[in-house]
């Protein structure tokens, strides 16, 4: 079991870049895919990326593909979500997750830990 904390959100403007960390407390965390989630109010938790053993293990949704890179310091025990050309739609808060093996599952119910997320919003 992981403890995990993100940072990083917060205010900027379409077109801008913003770097959110996570965080990890725990054993093994070179044992665990991690990913990245969001949801807005209303709606259901969205994947966004995930990431598996290593830095070329990665998966993400279409949306921000080119525009999102996911990595990890396994020595840190953090994980990244680099996020550039941001859009008013990616506007959210936003989760960092870990489940033990390294399947990269998209739906949240796979995942066991969580974290508290950060939010960001992208005006226009």
């Known amino acids: 079991q992981l403890q995990l904390v993100e940072s990083g959100g917060g205010l900027l403007q379409a077109g801008g870049s913003l770097r959110l960390s996570c965080s990890a407390s725990?054993?093994?965390?070179?044992?665990?895919?991690m990913a990245w989630f969001r949801q807005v109010p209303g709606k259901e938790r969205e994947f966004v990326a995930a990431?598996?053993?290593?830095?070329?293990?990665?998966y993400y949704i279409d949306s921000v593909k080119g525009r999102f890179t996911i990595s990890r310091d396994n020595v840190k025990s953090t994980v990244s979500l680099q996020m550039n050309s941001l859009k008013p739609e990616d506007t959210a808060a936003y989760y960092c997750?870990?489940?033990?093996?390294?399947?990269?599952?998209?739906?949240?119910?796979?995942?066991?830990?969580w974290g508290q997320g950060t939010q960001v919003t992208v005006s226009s």
């Open positions: 997750a870990s489940r033990r093996g390294f399947l990269l599952y998209t739906v949240s119910a796979q995942y066991e830990d």
């Open positions: 725990g054993v093994d965390f070179n044992r665990y895919t």
């Open positions: 990431i598996g053993r290593t830095n070329n293990d990665t």
